[in-house]
């Protein structure tokens, strides 16, 4: 009996330590994925509330495709979990304490509620600033950047916890997280500079300043001005690559409100050399129609199915993407999936925010399955 005790504590104590990083403060800063494993990179597709169902959890399921995978998983649990992939990436937020070596910055146009940040909450919808929303987490070594499209997400730091606000439940929303080496966030920082973010909470500390001094000035601009945006000379567009940690390129398509023009059709698809079916938020006003001038069709989706899990409307999806129609290889510039914060209507031309664009087969194809129906060039609905 008592070697069998001490054969199993070994094996016991291995396990712990196999746990320990999650909750130790030597983990890298990095997206993570339902199993806690550190990942390059994921895609996230929060589900909307299927009406038909009357699950208590309903509008907090998603699902996920992460580097490696084959396409989309249904999410271990919700989007409010800590244990979940977004839960835990954005949760090393909180869980990073006192650490004042990182760097960090929050910014959505929708802010968070102001019991949350001491601050009047100020719906900035209708704004001069970015229409944009992401996260930015990084120590000297390296760190992630979360592109997404909820309203009022996420918490500040000082809310001490992650959670996911009932902003975000009813209507789909979708998320890019990518993990890159400190360098990159030099870049990244001038990006969120030309998208003019509405930063709700940010610190960069002085020994990372020197290093992503975009991101400290964000951040700094923030604490001096407030709400207003007073850029005197940024540039109006710019579009990079970005290789993650492990080698992957995504190009990061930022613009100003100086573009005033609509990013999917007069930027990302000739760039791309790819037409374009573009899901976004359809409520607000000025959408623009379908598009097939310049030589690229850029169309509306109407009808959308990720992962075959149920079939909702475009006007139940948040979410801002793009995929091309046709897979890499079948004529020119196939295969690219892009998500990002810009919806296509008129008021958003003149306002900051972007997309972050990859192509590759597994995603493509994911994205791809997902768009059903479309509006033709000139009105009426088609299979996309
Ligand atoms: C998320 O979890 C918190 C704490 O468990 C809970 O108070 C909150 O109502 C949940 N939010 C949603 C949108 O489910
Ligand atoms: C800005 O966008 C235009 C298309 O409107 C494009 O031709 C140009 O190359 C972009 N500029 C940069 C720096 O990417």
Same mark, same amino acid.
């Given at each position: 009996?008592?070697?069998?005790?001490?054969?199993?504590?070994?094996?016991?104590?291995?396990?712990?330590?196999?746990?320990?990083?999650? !909750?130790? !403060?030597?983990?890298?800063?990095?997206?993570?994925?339902?199993?806690?494993?550190?990942?390059?990179?994921?895609?996230?597709?929060?589900?909307?509330?299927?009406?038909? &169902?009357?699950?208590?959890?309903?509008?907090?399921?998603?699902?996920?495709?992460?580097?490696?995978?084959?396409?989309?998983?249904?999410?271990?649990?919700?989007?409010?979990?800590?244990?979940?992939?977004?839960?835990?990436?954005?949760?090393?937020?909180?869980?990073?304490?006192?650490?004042?070596?990182?760097?960090?910055?929050?910014?959505?146009?929708?802010? /968070?509620?102001?019991?949350?940040?001491?601050?009047?909450?100020?719906?900035?919808?209708?704004?001069?600033?970015?229409?944009?929303?992401?996260?930015?987490?990084?120590?000297?070594?390296?760190?992630?950047?979360?592109?997404?499209?909820?309203?009022?997400?996420?918490?500040?730091?000082?809310?001490?916890?992650?959670?996911? /606000?009932?902003?975000?439940?009813?209507?789909?929303?979708?998320?890019?997280? $990518?993990?890159?080496?400190?360098?990159?966030? &030099?870049?990244?920082?001038?990006?969120?500079?030309?998208?003019?973010?509405?930063?709700?909470?940010?610190?960069?500390?002085?020994?990372?300043?020197?290093? $992503? /001094?975009?991101?400290?000035?964000?951040?700094?601009?923030?604490?001096?001005?407030?709400?207003?945006?007073?850029?005197?000379?940024?540039?109006?567009?710019?579009?990079?690559?970005?290789?993650?940690?492990?080698?992957?390129?995504?190009?990061?398509?930022?613009?100003?409100?100086?573009?005033?023009?609509?990013?999917?059709?007069?930027?990302?698809?000739?760039?791309?050399?790819?037409?374009?079916?573009?899901?976004?938020?359809?409520?607000?006003?000025?959408?623009? /129609?379908?598009?097939?001038?310049?030589?690229?069709?850029?169309?509306?989706?109407?009808?959308?199915?990720?992962?075959?899990?149920?079939?909702?409307?475009?006007?139940?999806?948040?979410?801002?993407?793009?995929?091309?129609?046709?897979?890499?290889?079948?004529?020119?510039?196939?295969?690219?999936?892009?998500?990002?914060?810009?919806? &296509?209507?008129?008021?958003?031309?003149?306002?900051?925010?972007?997309? $972050?664009?990859?192509?590759?087969?597994?995603?493509?194809?994911?994205? &791809?399955?997902?768009?059903?129906?479309?509006?033709?060039?000139?009105?009426?609905?088609?299979?996309?």
């Amino acid at each position: 009996m008592g070697s069998t005790v001490i054969s199993v504590m070994p094996l016991f104590l291995s396990l712990l330590i196999l746990y320990v990083p999650l !909750g130790g !403060g030597t983990s890298p800063i990095s997206c993570y994925n339902d199993q806690g494993d550190a990942v390059d990179w994921f895609y996230m597709y929060k589900l909307p509330k299927d009406h038909g &169902r009357k699950s208590p959890k309903e509008g907090e399921k998603y699902l996920l495709l992460e580097k490696g995978s084959e396409g989309w998983t249904d999410g271990k649990g919700t989007v409010n979990d800590t244990t979940g992939a977004l839960g835990r990436t954005v949760g090393q937020l909180y869980s990073q304490g006192k650490n004042t070596e990182v760097a960090y910055i929050l910014y959505n146009d929708q802010r /968070p509620p102001e019991e949350d940040f001491g601050d009047r909450w100020v719906d900035n919808s209708g704004s001069r600033g970015g229409h944009t929303k992401g996260v930015v987490l990084l120590d000297k070594n390296q760190g992630f950047w979360l592109v997404h499209s909820t309203p009022r997400f996420p918490p500040v730091r000082q809310a001490g916890e992650y959670y996911y /606000p009932s902003s975000g439940v009813t209507n789909g929303q979708n998320f890019i997280c $990518v993990t890159y080496p400190l360098d990159r966030f &030099r870049t990244i920082g001038e990006q969120l500079q030309i998208n003019q973010p509405n930063v709700y909470d940010c610190h960069v500390p002085e020994s990372l300043a020197s290093l $992503v /001094p975009a991101l400290a000035a964000i951040c700094e601009k923030k604490h001096l001005s407030g709400h207003t945006f007073a850029h005197a000379k940024t540039l109006s567009n710019r579009s990079v690559t970005l290789t993650s940690k492990d080698g992957t390129n995504f190009i990061s398509f930022a613009k100003g409100a100086s573009f005033d023009n609509d990013l999917y059709h007069s930027w990302v698809a000739p760039t791309l050399q790819s037409d374009l079916l573009v899901q976004f938020w359809i409520h607000s006003k000025g959408i623009l /129609p379908s598009d097939c001038s310049l030589g690229w069709k850029v169309l509306d989706i109407t009808l959308i199915n990720p992962g075959q899990k149920f079939t909702f409307k475009a006007s139940h999806d948040h979410s801002k993407w793009a995929v091309s129609p046709k897979a890499a290889g079948e004529g020119v510039g196939g295969g690219w999936v892009c998500v990002g914060d810009i919806n &296509r209507n008129e008021a958003e031309e003149k306002r900051g925010g972007g997309t $972050v664009c990859q192509q590759d087969p597994v995603v493509w194809k994911a994205y &791809r399955t997902a768009a059903l129906e479309c509006e033709a060039c000139g009105g009426g609905t088609i299979q996309c």
